[in-house]
């Protein structure tokens, strides 16, 4: 579910969660996947992949995902996309989001939660963190078009 101004469950940031809308991004996009699964991170490598992405890292937790975010924003290539897991230890995909959003030089990097936590006040605290996207679990490959 892609963020959206003026429409059904408003975040403080005055956007909401809603329906479908396509973001385009190139193949040679750079993406960080961050799920405690490896399951999972495999999953939607291999979906990413299947939709032309190649240039895609992965992280277990939100912890490792930031610090990985770090280092490559001290290279030539940042990551551009960013797709997290809500429930993992140590650091959650909505801790995450938060310490993403609390620097502004990944203030533009879209950051897309999976999960399958679907309650109308976590998908509230997730636009108010500066999420993106909601993808819920289970999902299909039409989820990530």
Do not use: H
């Not at 429409?7 to 040679?28: I, T, V």
């Not at 495999?42 to 190649?54: Q, S």
């Not at 997290?84 to 310490?99: H, I, V």
Request: overall charge negative; hydrophobic content about 45%.
């Amino acid at each position: 579910m892609p963020l959206e101004p003026d429409s059904g469950l408003r975040g403080a940031s005055g956007f909401s969660l809603s329906g479908a809308k396509a973001l385009m991004f190139r193949p040679e996009t750079k993406i960080l996947i961050t799920d405690d699964s490896l399951t999972m991170r495999i999953t939607i490598k291999n979906l990413l992949r299947k939709l032309g992405f190649l240039n895609l890292t992965d992280a277990e937790d939100g912890s490792a995902g930031f610090k990985m975010l770090e280092i490559a924003a001290e290279t030539s290539e940042p990551f551009q996309l960013i797709f997290s897991d809500f429930n993992m230890p140590n650091c959650t995909g909505l801790e995450f989001a938060k310490l993403v959003r609390a620097q502004s030089k990944y203030s533009q990097v879209p950051f897309i939660i999976v999960s399958s936590e679907t309650e109308r006040s976590l998908l509230v605290e997730f636009a108010q963190a500066g999420v993106n996207n909601f993808i819920a679990k289970p999902f299909d490959d039409a989820d990530f078009k």
